[in-house]
């Protein structure tokens, strides 16, 4: 997205005076929720900082935040939680074409069209960019075969940001291509995957000549990469809880029919505040099983409680560096950070429960969370790029230290040796 000119931008208070004058005219908390919404998104007060023809208002991120804060003000509903928006919209803004942006902002802040991440493939998560899920051209189509895994929300997705192979002569990273694949088709078979935690919240995709045009290509064709990389980044910054804002609890319809909606798609996630570890529940548990006189295990709590701290903090930089729209390392530091805390929960967990932590179910620990905290921490860790691909990222990016060697990068992706032949 290019900058707005400075010298034509409204000032705090005009936006501000702007936003509650329309809110005071068309916010009616009775309003059925997607009526509403198309006329928030259409508005342009919906996505403030998008741009004038597709959907916003051309803001930069300090006055876009002011409008936010008179939506919330007015106690309005704002736009869709979710992937979509967190993910898929900051990309596509980023390196879509207008009209394909055009095409597809809409859906996703009115919430009409969810979104899934199609990256992983069985032998391809870390070494993203040896994927094999290949396209070939087809007239205005391109026709996709090939499997993706731990595909979260697959099920329930209109739309993947697929990465595909779509010229094996090159080195592997230039020959990719980024594409919003359409998910309800013939040729697209989605199949939950049971988790130790009990939970389905991901799924592996069966790709079988399945159809994309080629005008959902986003970033050029072989341009894949770079996109991938915007989204990723993004992604990181999820780790630090910008999920999207969920709608007001209470009010009238439109809220009620918001926050059911929001429900009904964060089932997903229900489980990730375990994943993370729970580290707010171990001292008032072990304050209830009578652990505080344990001087070993208060000092384990005291040192969980720092650490969550400094992430914390942590975790505000990534917020102010995304909305001044430049995510950065901040994100890979959280991220690992959300690691660390949550593994060194679980262990205190353990500590604090004993041999009741083995047991699950509603009568367990805390109505079964804390059981559920120790069989779904090692997620944390493997979600959004493992620890192990963060170091290199903070190795490499932010200290600035060399490259890790590679075998394979420099050669026609044709000549790369794998257990997978299918994009050649
Ligand atoms: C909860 C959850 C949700 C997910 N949701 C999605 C989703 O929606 N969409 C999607 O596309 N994917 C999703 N994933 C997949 C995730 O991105 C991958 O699992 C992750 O990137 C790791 O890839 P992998 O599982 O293939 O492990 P591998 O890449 O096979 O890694 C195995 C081990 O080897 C280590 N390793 C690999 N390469 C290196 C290296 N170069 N240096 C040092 N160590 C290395 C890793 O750190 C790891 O410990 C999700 C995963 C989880 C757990």
């Known amino acids: 997205m290019s900058e707005p000119d400075a010298s034509s931008l409204p000032s705090d208070e005009e936006v501000r005076a702007d936003a509650r004058a329309w809110f005071d005219a068309n916010w009616d908390p009775e309003r059925p929720l997607t009526e509403w919404r198309d006329l928030l998104v259409d508005s342009g007060w919906a996505c403030p900082g998008w ?36 993910l898929a919209a900051p990309t596509l803004l980023e390196h879509a074409s207008p009209a394909l942006q055009r095409v597809l902002l809409r859906g996703i802040a009115t919430g009409r069209d969810t979104w899934c991440q199609l990256f992983s493939e069985p032998s391809n998560g870390s070494d993203l960019a040896g994927l094999t899920t290949h396209a070939r051209r087809d007239g205005d189509e391109w026709i996709v075969t090939g499997q993706k895994v731990w595909t979260t929300g697959a ?12 010229d094996p002569d090159v080195p592997k990273h230039q020959g990719i291509s980024y594409f919003a694949f359409p998910m309800r088709q013939d040729g697209v078979v989605v199949r939950p995957l049971r988790q130790m935690n009990g939970r389905a919240s ?21 341009g894949g990469w770079a996109v991938a990389r915007t989204t990723l980044a993004h992604e990181r910054g999820l780790a630090a809880g910008l999920f999207g804002s969920l709608p007001p609890a209470s009010g009238g319809r439109t809220c009620q029919e918001a926050a059911a909606e929001a429900a009904e798609y964060l089932k997903t996630y229900e489980w990730y505040p375990q994943r993370a570890g729970r580290p707010d529940l171990v001292a008032p ?55 660390n805390i949550a593994r060194a929960a679980a262990a205190a967990h353990s500590h604090v429960a004993g041999a009741h932590g083995m047991l699950s179910g509603p009568e367990s620990l805390e109505g079964g969370i804390v059981a559920e905290v120790l069989v779904s921490v090692p997620g944390q860790s493997i979600a959004g790029g493992t620890d192990e691909i963060q170091h290199d990222i903070i190795g490499e990016r932010v200290l600035g230290l060399p490259k890790e060697p590679s075998v394979d990068a420099d050669i026609p992706f044709r000549q790369v040796r794998t257990n997978r032949r299918d994009a050649r």
Request: glycine share 12%.
């Open 285 to 339: 548990v072990a304050r209830r099983l009578g652990r505080f006189g344990d001087a070993v295990l208060c000092q384990e709590i005291a040192a969980l409680h720092t650490q969550q701290r400094a992430a914390q903090i942590t975790a505000q930089r990534a917020v102010e560096a995304r909305r001044a729209g430049r995510p950065g390392p901040e994100g890979s530091l959280g991220k690992l950070h959300g690691s």
């Open 202 to 222: 991901f799924n592996e995709v069966f790709l079988d000549e399945a159809r994309v045009p080629h005008a959902n290509l986003v970033g050029g064709l072989h």
């Open 155 to 166: 099920h329930h997705a209109a739309y993947g940001m697929l990465l595909v192979r779509t």
């Open 51 to 86: 741009p004038a023809d597709r959907y916003g208002r051309g803001l930069p991120p300090d006055l876009a935040r002011a409008a936010t804060e008179e939506l919330r003000s007015a106690g309005a509903v704002g736009a869709a939680v979710g992937v979509g928006m967190a």
